[in-house]
């Protein structure tokens, strides 16, 4: 098999903006995380197939990215979590977060889910007036 053409995982991300929420279109799960691990950035992964609601959501990726037991399970503690503590426990080498199959669904409609994907904007913003990179993928069920 020619591998060729794949670029290798640190060049991955060269091409993608440092700070941004996109649809991970021709992006490969596991080439994210390659590309993080070689660039040495956190890699963050969160299955949401089985929610249904804002709060499955939230409970699946508090569970998934290891958010403190105090999580609040709303969309201002989703950003603090984000945020602030990664902030204080010092110096942060960047982040690649996946939000894989982001659900369709009644009690999760499109307002939710950008609501839900601002949550993730703001992040990067707030990262990237830190000059880190915050890249976030997304792909629905």
């Known amino acids: ?7 290798e995982p640190q060049n991955l991300l060269r091409h993608v903006r440092s700070n941004i929420v996109q649809s991970i279109r021709a992006f490969r799960i596991q080439d994210l995380q390659q590309a993080a691990q070689a660039t040495g950035q956190h890699f963050l992964y969160a299955n949401l197939a089985h929610a249904q609601t804002k ?7 508090a569970v998934q990215f ?8 709303n ?24 939000l894989d199959q982001l659900p369709i669904a009644h009690k999760f409609d499109k307002e ?3 609501q839900f994907l601002d949550c993730f904007r703001d992040a990067a913003d ?16």
């Open 1 to 7: 098999m020619d591998t060729s053409s794949c670029p």
């Open 55 to 61: 709060q499955d959501a939230l409970d699946l990726i």
């Open 66 to 73: 290891h958010f403190p037991a105090h999580f609040g399970k």
């Open 75 to 98: 969309f201002d503690a989703l950003y603090d979590c984000l945020t602030d503590p990664l902030h204080k426990a010092g110096p942060q080498p960047g982040f690649v977060v996946v």
């Open 112 to 114: 939710v889910r950008e």
């Open 126 to 141: 707030y990262w990237a007036e830190r000059k880190i990179p915050f890249r976030c993928f997304y792909s629905f069920l």
